[in-house]
């Protein structure tokens, strides 16, 4: 800091001295022609490659200018300066006349158009240069400046706008945040025809590379083909001599068909693109990306078997990018990285942990001899890439381990882990966008996997809890942690100095006014997505203001972090959660913890008691995993009476066996001491109502009996709850404070009037709405007992629910919802025929509630993203901030539904925790219906989730009571002494 703040200060003297003196003597003509003639000589000599005599020129063009006060001479001869030096790899000069570019600016601010014009290419420069020195936040802000300025003036330059666009959506994809890049690129692209052609084909070039990393190979070859097609029109048929940067885009593009069809296995037409890249690079002299050219090559050997040959080509990549960079380097880590894939392909570990640990060290701005990882973060160049190289290392010391146990692979491969989980944390603090976050939840969830057999091996080989903890930590890291950090920073704007600041109020404001701008936004793009009515102009015209609504988002939550630091840390609370604490703030007595992690080879079960931890990991089979998808079918089959004995047998047979997966090892080492179970699912097993696993099977196995008398149902032990994570259960048990609501329940059920009122199903069909007229019987029945708010038929509208729905302690929603497993932020709760919020805009409520009750089909349905969970209607209210949610898994039935609902508040009354006054509602369900009705389809599509204390409603309604006997004596009393008294 001190070394760059000694440059900038000779750097202001350097130019005072200069401008002043030159000044101080009358301008002249002369003096600008001289020093346009030099400055134009050296441009010319500098074609040549002559870059002493282009020195020589140019400082004779700089001492007319300044004797002419020539401003745009000046700017140009400093821009230039800074180009050549940027390209000889001198970044420090280079940025150092980059910064005299400012202070040229500054001179001319008496012609507004000029000086934004000289800002616009000064931080077009500087983001160049913050780039190249992998200082990409700094370069995000320089590029973003860049077309500020450039929007600002009169007649933006489209082409300028275009490259810049081009470059920081670069930055974005980089970094891993491809839904920002992806939208920076159709700015890029919006100025049509009058962007010049090589400036297309880059772009395209780059869209395309997203949809490759993406792993969307057609679609990524589609815009590669395109691009390639702009390059051959505009270099070979024009038989124009291309520019430095257009060669090397044709030589990118090349590279990216050449491996695109790799990935797509179309090895002549590899073969095919890879064999021009190089001829293009002979041709045109230009061998800075001949390193990527080998690198494919090797891997198009490789698939055709040559293994030897592919080696050679793949060494001889990571020889010319060593040769081309300088360490610290991405590209030379990539190369080492593809190096060790292969070696760990072909099962030779120590060539592939050589390599891996090559691309490990190449990656790393800074790091001591004796050190195998850096100490931030921040040090690591190619953060993408460093998460392959850690956890592909870390797989391949738990290999070797698992081959010769030697000694000390499981302390480095933990080690990996821990230090890829920090990455992982500092990305996500980095990244915005949820789509975003969610690719990297995506990208990282096998890597957990192995990270928590790695902790579960070191933990069973020295009992340490620390690696038990560990392994816990690294189940959490695997899923929700998007919705946590959504929830922390709901808290965060709650209790911190934030809302009792002006500044701070403010900020908050507008942050709310732009969360809910850019769900709107959304959901027009969305919507006009799927009208074939809607133009490419309106879609365009939503793509542009949920940009800047994101930019200005963006913008709000940096000042947030940076104006009010606790808000951000408890924002970006990372703290572990342990088996102490788990025992401590969640378990209940009698009580275990059930955290699951599915891949696919296995089910690993971290299982917490009140004096016991245990970890298992069970060899997932196909025909277990055939037999729960068996599961998952029958008890949810409203079509079991048409094949009775057939339908009895399948799912008697798939519970028991999912029951057997699952739970049976684990509650048979523990019997009669547990009563309750809180499952945390992973993957699939979040579908799996766990209250209709029987715990053996019948007898007769064709009686088609589901009677409890008949049945073992699981129900019949234990209590069971769930939870998104640990992290979200303890973090609502450390809120003591959350302001509550007003007013006790509201219950929702709107009418559907236009539909056939015969239906005895909440279906999801988004084209045969059907009437439930038990829904707005069961509100009511509810909002007696509770002395309630109903809001039925018409009155049941959306707008009027997001009016309310922060005044209530408790909401209950009886209606159809539809999940949406394409789009599954745009699954459906309606409140009308055709009025209907998405999972998105609950995203953005402001809830006070204690408890949701979802009394509606699905509401607990949606897509898996692997590390996050399931994006569902329940996930959407426990972002706005509930800590109960009563949801469902699949269409249900309206009249039983009907039923189980009421009696669950009947027990919530009684002051049971909510898990336990389901369970009780549902085993009155079961002994009080004939057979037809005791099937689980009808019962057990229900999950409580989240937080378990009981509601003090039974209290409060005894104080109503006696407030209203109270109140009536005093009006007896006054009558009293009115007419009685008074006569």
Same mark, same amino acid.
């Given at each position: 800091?001190?070394?760059?703040?000694?440059?900038?200060?000779?750097?202001?003297?350097?130019?005072?001295?200069?401008?002043?003196?030159?000044?101080?003597?009358?301008?002249?003509?002369?003096?600008?022609?001289?020093?346009?003639?030099?400055?134009?000589?050296?441009?010319?000599?500098?074609?040549?490659?002559?870059?002493?005599?282009?020195?020589?020129?140019?400082?004779?063009?700089?001492?007319?200018?300044?004797?002419?006060?020539?401003?745009?001479?000046?700017?140009?001869?400093?821009?230039?300066?800074?180009?050549?030096?940027?390209?000889?790899?001198?970044?420090?000069?280079?940025?150092?006349?980059?910064?005299?570019?400012?202070?040229?600016?500054?001179?001319?601010?008496?012609?507004?158009?000029?000086?934004?014009?000289?800002?616009?290419?000064?931080?077009?420069?500087?983001?160049?240069?913050?780039? %190249? +020195?992998?200082?990409?936040?700094?370069?995000?802000?320089? =590029?973003? *400046? !860049?077309? $500020? /300025?450039?929007? @600002?003036?009169?007649?933006?330059?489209?082409?300028? %706008? +275009?490259?810049?666009?081009?470059?920081?959506?670069?930055? =974005?994809? *980089? !970094?891993? $945040? /491809?839904?920002? @890049?992806?939208?920076?690129?159709?700015?890029?692209?919006?100025?049509?025809?009058?962007?010049?052609?090589?400036?297309?084909?880059?772009?395209?070039?780059?869209?395309?590379?997203?949809?490759?990393?993406?792993?969307?190979?057609?679609?990524?070859?589609?815009?590669?083909?395109?691009?390639?097609?702009?390059?051959?029109?505009?270099?070979?048929?024009?038989?124009?001599?291309?520019?430095?940067?257009?060669?090397?885009?044709?030589?990118?593009?090349?590279?990216?068909?050449?491996?695109?069809?790799?990935?797509?296995?179309?090895?002549?037409?590899?073969?095919?693109?890879?064999?021009?890249?190089?001829?293009?690079?002979?041709?045109?002299?230009?061998?800075?990306?001949?390193?990527?050219?080998?690198?494919?090559?090797?891997?198009?050997?490789?698939?055709?078997?040559?293994?030897?040959?592919?080696?050679?080509?793949?060494?001889?990549?990571?020889?010319?990018?060593?040769?081309?960079?300088?360490?610290?380097?991405?590209?030379?880590?990539?190369?080492?990285?593809?190096?060790?894939?292969?070696?760990?392909?072909?099962?030779?570990?120590?060539?592939?942990?050589?390599?891996?640990?090559?691309?490990?060290?190449?990656?790393?701005?800074?790091?001591?001899?004796?050190?195998r990882l850096p100490n931030n973060p921040e040090d690591v160049l190619g953060e993408v890439t460093m998460l392959k190289v850690l956890a592909l290392e870390g797989e391949a010391l738990w290999e070797r381990y698992n081959q010769d146990h030697q000694p000390g692979d499981l302390q480095r491969g933990m080690d990996n882990f821990e230090f890829m989980h920090r990455l992982i944390v500092h990305m996500r603090r980095s990244y915005l966008s949820q789509e975003s976050k969610q690719f990297l939840a995506t990208q990282v969830h096998s890597a957990y996997g192995t990270a928590i057999r790695v902790a579960r091996a070191l933990f069973l080989e020295t009992g340490n809890n620390h690696y038990a903890d560990a392994a816990l930590g690294f189940m959490e890291s695997s899923k929700s942690m998007i919705l946590l950090e959504s929830l922390a920073a709901n808290e965060a704007r709650m209790f911190t100095r934030l809302r009792a600041n002006a500044r701070g109020k403010a900020l908050l404001e507008q942050e709310a006014t732009l969360k809910t701008s850019i769900a709107t936004y959304k959901r027009l793009i969305f919507e006009a997505g799927t009208d074939k009515a809607a133009s490419e102009e309106t879609l365009?015209?939503?793509?542009?203001?949920?940009?800047?609504?994101?930019?200005?988002?963006?913008?709000?939550?940096?000042?947030?972090?940076?104006?009010?630091?606790?808000?951000?840390?408890?924002?970006?609370?990372?703290?572990?959660?342990?088996?102490?604490?788990?025992?401590?703030?969640?378990?209940?007595?009698?009580?275990?913890?059930?955290?699951?992690?599915?891949?696919?080879?296995?089910?690993?079960?971290?299982?917490?008691?009140?004096?016991?931890?245990?970890?298992?990991?069970?060899?997932?089979?196909?025909?277990?995993?055939?037999?729960?998808?068996?599961?998952?079918?029958?008890?949810?089959?409203?079509?079991?009476?048409?094949?009775?004995?057939?339908?009895?047998?399948?799912?008697?047979?798939?519970?028991?066996?999912?029951?057997?997966?699952?739970?049976?090892?684990?509650?048979?080492?523990?019997?009669?001491?547990?009563?309750?179970?809180?499952?945390?699912?992973?993957?699939?097993?979040?579908?799996?109502?766990?209250?209709?696993?029987?715990?053996?099977?019948?007898?007769?196995?064709?009686?088609?009996?589901?009677?409890?008398?008949?049945?073992?149902?699981?129900?019949?032990?234990?209590?069971?709850?769930?939870?998104?994570?640990?992290?979200?259960?303890?973090?609502?048990?450390?809120?003591?404070?959350?302001?509550?609501?007003?007013?006790?329940?509201?219950?929702?059920?709107?009418?559907?009037?236009?539909?056939?009122?015969?239906?005895?199903?909440?279906?999801?069909?988004?084209?045969?709405?059907?009437?439930?007229?038990?829904?707005?019987?069961?509100?009511?029945?509810?909002?007696?007992?509770?002395?309630?708010?109903?809001?039925?038929?018409?009155?049941?509208?959306?707008?009027?629910?997001?009016?309310?729905?922060?005044?209530?302690?408790?909401?209950?929603?009886?209606?159809?919802?539809?999940?949406?497993?394409?789009?599954?932020?745009?699954?459906?709760?309606?409140?009308?025929?055709?009025?209907?919020?998405?999972?998105?805009?609950?995203?953005?409520?402001?809830?006070?509630?204690?408890?949701?009750?979802?009394?509606?089909?699905?509401?607990?349905?949606?897509?898996?993203?692997?590390?996050?969970?399931?994006?569902?209607?329940?996930?959407?209210?426990?972002?706005?901030?509930?800590?109960?949610?009563?949801?469902?898994?699949?269409?249900?039935?309206?009249?039983?539904?009907?039923?189980?609902?009421?009696?669950?508040?009947?027990?919530?009354?009684?002051?049971?925790?909510?898990?336990?006054?389901?369970?009780?509602?549902?085993?009155?369900?079961?002994?009080?219906?004939?057979?037809?009705?005791?099937?689980?389809?009808?019962?057990?599509?229900?999950?409580?989730?989240?937080?378990?204390?009981?509601?003090?409603?039974?209290?409060?309604?005894?104080?109503?009571?006696?407030?209203?006997?109270?109140?009536?004596?005093?009006?007896?009393?006054?009558?009293?002494?009115?007419?009685?008294?008074?006569?």
């Open positions: 800091m001190n070394k760059c703040l000694a440059q900038f200060i000779v750097l202001i003297l350097f130019l005072l001295y200069n401008l002043n003196s030159s000044y101080a003597q009358s301008p002249s003509s002369d003096n600008k022609n001289t020093g346009t003639y030099f400055y134009q000589k050296g441009k010319e000599v500098l074609r040549n490659g002559d870059t002493d005599s282009m020195t020589y020129y140019w400082n004779k063009a700089l001492s007319a200018f300044r004797k002419n006060n020539d401003i745009e001479g000046l700017y140009n001869c400093y821009f230039g300066y800074s180009s050549i030096y940027m390209q000889l790899g001198q970044l420090e000069k280079a940025m150092i006349y980059s910064d005299s570019t400012f202070l040229i600016a500054a001179l001319s601010k008496e012609d507004p158009e000029s000086y934004k014009d000289y800002l616009t290419y000064a931080h077009y420069r500087r983001g160049n240069l913050y780039n %190249l +020195s992998y200082d990409y936040k700094l370069a995000i802000d320089a =590029y973003q *400046n !860049a077309i $500020d /300025y450039e929007m @600002a003036k009169e007649m933006p330059d489209s082409n300028h %706008l +275009s490259r810049t666009w081009n470059n920081l959506s670069l930055l =974005y994809r *980089n !970094a891993g $945040d /491809y839904q920002k @890049a992806m939208v920076g690129y159709e700015h890029a692209l919006e100025f049509g025809e009058s962007i010049k052609w090589s400036v297309k084909a880059a772009i395209l070039n780059n869209i395309g590379q997203i949809s490759f990393d993406e792993e969307k190979y057609d679609q990524a070859g589609q815009y590669f083909i395109k691009a390639y097609h702009l390059f051959v029109d505009g270099i070979e048929k024009n038989a124009k001599e291309p520019t430095i940067n257009e060669v090397e885009n044709y030589v990118n593009v090349c590279n990216n068909l050449g491996k695109t069809y790799l990935k797509l296995k179309l090895n002549k037409q590899a073969s095919k693109f890879l064999d021009r890249s190089l001829k293009i690079q002979k041709e045109y002299q230009f061998d800075r990306v001949q390193y990527l050219s080998n690198r494919y090559l090797g891997q198009l050997s490789l698939l055709e078997g040559k293994s030897e040959k592919g080696i050679s080509y793949l060494h001889k990549s990571i020889t010319l990018a060593n040769e081309q960079f300088k360490t610290p380097s991405r590209d030379i880590g990539a190369c080492y990285y593809v190096l060790g894939k292969v070696y760990m392909g072909k099962g030779d570990i120590a060539a592939a942990l050589d390599n891996l640990s090559a691309a490990r060290k190449a990656m790393c701005r800074s790091l001591p001899s004796e050190q365009k015209k939503w793509n542009q203001r949920l940009f800047a609504a994101n930019q200005d988002f963006e913008a709000v939550q940096s000042a947030l972090g940076k104006e009010f630091p606790e808000y951000f840390a408890l924002k970006y609370d990372t703290e572990v959660a342990s088996i102490e604490n788990v025992r401590q703030q969640i378990l209940q007595k009698g009580e275990l913890l059930l955290e699951f992690y599915m891949d696919d080879a296995a089910i690993i079960t971290c299982a917490i008691g009140s004096d016991f931890i245990d970890i298992t990991e069970t060899p997932l089979l196909p025909e277990e995993l055939k037999q729960i998808n068996i599961f998952l079918e029958q008890v949810s089959n409203f079509s079991f009476y048409k094949e009775a004995s057939v339908a009895y047998s399948k799912f008697c047979q798939a519970s028991f066996s999912t029951y057997q997966l699952l739970l049976k090892n684990m509650l048979d080492k523990y019997p009669g001491t547990i009563e309750q179970l809180v499952i945390i699912p992973d993957g699939v097993l979040n579908f799996i109502p766990f209250s209709a696993l029987l715990t053996s099977l019948p007898n007769d196995a064709q009686s088609a009996n589901y009677s409890p008398d008949h049945l073992n149902y699981l129900l019949k032990d234990y209590t069971l709850r769930y939870a998104y994570s640990v992290k979200r259960q303890l973090f609502y048990q450390a809120i003591t404070t959350r302001p509550k609501a007003n007013a006790w329940f509201a219950g929702f059920a709107p009418s559907f009037a236009e539909a056939i009122d015969n239906t005895p199903i909440r279906s999801c069909a988004t084209d045969q709405l059907f009437d439930l007229k038990y829904t707005r019987q069961e509100v009511s029945r509810i909002s007696e007992k509770l002395n309630g708010k109903t809001f039925l038929g018409e009155k049941a509208s959306s707008e009027i629910f997001q009016q309310v729905a922060a005044d209530y302690r408790i909401l209950h929603l009886a209606t159809h919802a539809c999940v949406n497993t394409t789009d599954p932020l745009y699954g459906k709760i309606y409140f009308g025929p055709s009025d209907y919020l998405y999972t998105l805009d609950l995203y953005n409520l402001d809830l006070r509630a204690e408890l949701v009750v979802l009394s509606a089909c699905e509401t607990g349905l949606g897509s898996i993203i692997q590390g996050e969970g399931v994006l569902s209607l329940a996930r959407g209210i426990a972002y706005g901030g509930c800590p109960s949610t009563l949801t469902s898994l699949w269409s249900i039935s309206d009249q039983t539904t009907a039923e189980i609902m009421v009696q669950y508040y009947v027990e919530l009354l009684q002051e049971k925790n909510k898990s336990e006054a389901l369970r009780q509602a549902q085993l009155s369900f079961l002994q009080n219906q004939k057979s037809a009705y005791q099937h689980p389809v009808y019962w057990a599509g229900f999950a409580q989730i989240g937080k378990d204390d009981p509601i003090s409603l039974a209290n409060n309604f005894s104080s109503f009571k006696w407030i209203l006997i109270v109140s009536s004596l005093l009006l007896v009393a006054m009558l009293f002494y009115f007419f009685w008294l008074k006569s």
